[in-house]
């Protein structure tokens, strides 16, 4: 019992979140993804998958994937406030990974995307997915941005148009570090939205089947000669 009320004085003050509600996306090359949100019984699997890209330096996989799994990991043990996690799998396997937090009712930090499949834009795709959820489904005003590779900055910073909140505010930085913090509004949101945010729901139930049980992928682009197992 003691351990018990300890472990209640270690975990943070928690939201309670709306669930995203699951959606299809159609690739460019004909492949089908379904977005959604990840159970913590899944952990393990999120956490395989991130795993082999720890030790990737091009383009900042090392960075990103080491954060991303303690993020991941901080969810899981209830270290983290009002953390969500998303999917895109194709077929089941996953094929990205976002991260994401609430401050507070009204402001969302944004963690980290982190693509598998590249060249499909499923980073981009994950992003929008996961700006849509502080926006419109947890009702959200605004979400603070940082990028940590010249490919994020140039999909976040650049292609939203993000505000430049640091040089507002010099005294605001993101929960990461880094450049200088960027803010998503909900005007921003909605100017973009259309050219963004894609998919289509309500997922027919045989297709969102297919991502009942996650699989980790067998091969990373990012690592020549990888194979699972």
Do not use: C
Not at 41 to 49: D, F, I, P, Q
Not at 55 to 66: E, L, Q, R
Not at 105 to 114: A, L, Q, Y
Not at 180 to 185: A, E, R, V
């Amino acid at each position: 019992m003691a351990i018990d009320e300890l472990e209640k004085k270690l975990r943070p003050p928690a939201l309670e979140l709306k669930p995203y509600p699951p959606k299809i996306i159609t690739l460019a090359n004909g492949q089908e993804m379904i977005v959604r949100e990840v159970k913590r019984e899944e952990v393990g699997v999120l956490l395989g998958t991130i795993q082999p890209l720890m030790g990737v330096p091009k383009d900042f996989y090392d960075i990103v994937a080491s954060r991303m799994y303690a993020e991941i990991l901080g969810w899981y043990t209830y270290r983290v406030a009002n953390e969500f996690v998303m999917v895109g799998a194709i077929a089941g396997e996953i094929a990205g990974i976002v991260n994401s937090r609430l401050v507070d009712n009204k402001v969302g930090m944004s963690f980290h995307t982190m693509t598998i499949k590249r060249g499909l834009r499923i980073g981009a795709q994950l992003f929008a997915a996961k700006m849509e959820h502080h926006i419109e489904i947890l009702g959200q005003d605004e979400v603070h941005i940082v990028a940590e590779s010249p490919i994020g900055f140039k999909r976040w910073m650049i292609e939203y148009e993000l505000e430049d909140r640091t040089s507002q505010y010099p005294a605001l930085r993101h929960e990461l570090g880094g450049i200088p913090t960027f803010t998503l509004t909900k005007d921003l949101y909605y100017a973009v939205k259309d050219s963004k945010v894609t998919g289509s729901r309500p997922v027919p139930p045989e297709k969102l089947a297919t991502a009942d049980n996650l699989k980790m992928p067998d091969e990373y682009p990012q690592i020549p000669g990888f194979k699972r197992g």
